[in-house]
Each structure stands twice: as structure tokens, then as C-alpha cells.
């Protein structure tokens, strides 16, 4: 915690003496470059938002990107992912960039530069802010990842989001299991994640999941695997309605 205040300190001061940079071309930013029009500090210069490959038609129950006039894919006509997806940034280039640099390099600006082109994509999915889900809940990593990493980036785009959006977050409702990282497996091992992956909070959760509509947040989705088993264990304590928020989809 010591070393995440004092890395925090750090940057703040480096931003102070050269100023903030885009976070992709690293140019200097000027005031009026990073006011996107959410007014969230994205990091980003308008050359550099405009060059992110976007999921602009996608399936609307697992975002996978589909032909233009398609709405549904094959797998969501029979078994729909969620209720609703939404994952507006195609994990390629820029965006992956931007994945992994939230990931494993602690990046917060990164977090920023992917809540804002979510936040975009929530605004035309929802029509208006009663629509909204009553919780987030960010994916969880396994217990020594987020002690050897300090911090889980879902958990960053979600608290990103909660600030705009005044939705409630809970980052403590569920755990995963201890096990081989997602990167590892290959995608038929990813597939057959395990039903017990992860755990909730017996006491707390049916009282806070009791008839709630609650959305998943996550930084890249892949498999929807991990969506899969985390939504079957939340509709087990009671969600009325599961939707899945994904910074990037690959
Ligand atoms: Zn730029
Ligand atoms: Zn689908």
C-alpha cells in the first residue's frame, strides 16, 4: 500500500515538472486535448482516440464482432452469454496496447484512456441512468496475483466507472480459486474453466444480489468463459440480471 501511495506521489510529481503525455504517442497534452467530451482526463491526444480500432457491430449478448446487420451470433441465438455486452475496443493494436500496460505495468492513465471509451458505449447502450445496473462487479484475480501485482485491473476500470456513473461497486463480494493464469491455458483449457472458480461471500451475498441487475466488469474478453462461470455464480445468489462490461474484446 506504502509503495502504491509513494509510485502515485511519484507520477503525480513527474506530471507536475513534463507535464501529462498521450498515452499512446506520448506527446505532450494540452488542457483542452484531453477534455474528451465526457470530461474524463483520458490520457489521450484526439489523433490517438480516433486511431483505437472500435467493436462497432458486435453480438449484443457477448460483443463478439459480427458482420454488419448481424445482431446475434450463432452461440448467443441458443445459450446468450448475458443479457447485455458491451466491450467497445477491439483487443488489437492500440487496444491491447492499452491492456497490457493496465495490466502489468500499473497503468492507471491506460485504465482512464479504456473507461472512457467505455463509459461512450455505456451512455448508447442505456438508454437512461435508471436503465444502469445496481452493482458492478469487477472480476476478480486469484488471491497471489493481486498480492505479487498490488492492485486488480478490473477493479480500476470499475471505480473509474462508479465515479461517473454513481454506480455502487463490490470488489469484495466474490473470490477466485487459486489456479494457473488465464494466459497460460490454451482456448479449449479457457473453455472448461471450472464451475467452482470462484466463491461468494455466503453471509453478505444473497442480501446484496437478491433481485439485482448487476453488471461484470473486465479488462479484456476473450473465451467468455470466465463470464460464463462468474454470472451462473452470481444467478445462484439471486442476480435477476447479468450484464458483462468489457474494456476490450478479442
Ligand atoms: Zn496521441
Ligand atoms: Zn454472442
Known amino acids: 500500500m506504502l509503495i502504491n501511495t509513494i509510485r502515485r506521489a511519484a507520477r503525480l510529481a513527474i506530471d507536475c515538472v513534463v507535464g501529462d503525455v498521450c498515452v499512446l504517442c506520448q ?31 458486435a453480438c449484443g449478448h457477448c460483443a463478439l464482432p459480427l458482420p454488419i446487420a448481424q445482431k446475434t451470433c450463432g452461440r448467443c441465438l441458443y445459450t446468450p452469454l448475458t443479457h447485455l455486452a458491451v466491450a467497445p475496443v477491439l483487443h488489437q493494436h492500440c487496444g491491447a496496447y492499452l491492456v497490457h500496460q493496465l495490466k502489468f505495468h500499473r497503468g492507471e492513465r491506460e485504465a482512464l484512456a479504456l473507461a472512457s471509451f467505455l463509459l461512450t458505449a455505456i451512455n448508447q447502450h442505456y438508454p437512461s441512468s435508471a436503465a ?25 476500470l470499475a471505480r473509474t466507472l462508479q465515479k461517473q456513473l454513481d454506480v455502487a461497486v463490490a470488489d469484495d ?37 437478491s433481485s439485482r441487475h448487476v453488471a461484470i466488469v473486465d479488462d479484456v474478453l476473450t473465451t467468455g468463459a470466465t463470464v460464463a462461470v462468474l454470472k451462473r455464480t452470481l444467478q445462484r445468489a439471486g442476480a435477476s440480471r447479468v450484464d458483462v462490461w468489457s474494456a476490450t474484446r478479442a
Open 27 to 57: 506527446l505532450p497534452l494540452t488542457a483542452h486535448q484531453w477534455r474528451d467530451p465526457l470530461g474524463l482526463n483520458d490520457h489521450m491526444c484526439p489523433y490517438c482516440r480516433t486511431a483505437v480500432a472500435l467493436n462497432t457491430n
Open 132 to 156: 444502469l445496473p445496481d452493482l458492478l462487479i469487477p472480476v476478480p484475480i486469484a488471491p497471489w496475483t493481486q498480492l505479487r501485482r498490488g492492485y486488480n485491473p478490473p477493479e480500476w
Open 173 to 209: 463480494l466474490v473470490t477466485r480459486k487459486s489456479g494457473p493464469s488465464q494466459r497460460t491455458l490454451s482456448r479449449s483449457q479457457r473453455m472448461r474453466l471450472a464451475k467452482n472458480t470462484f466463491s461468494l461471500k455466503h453471509k453478505i451475498a444473497p442480501s446484496i444480489l
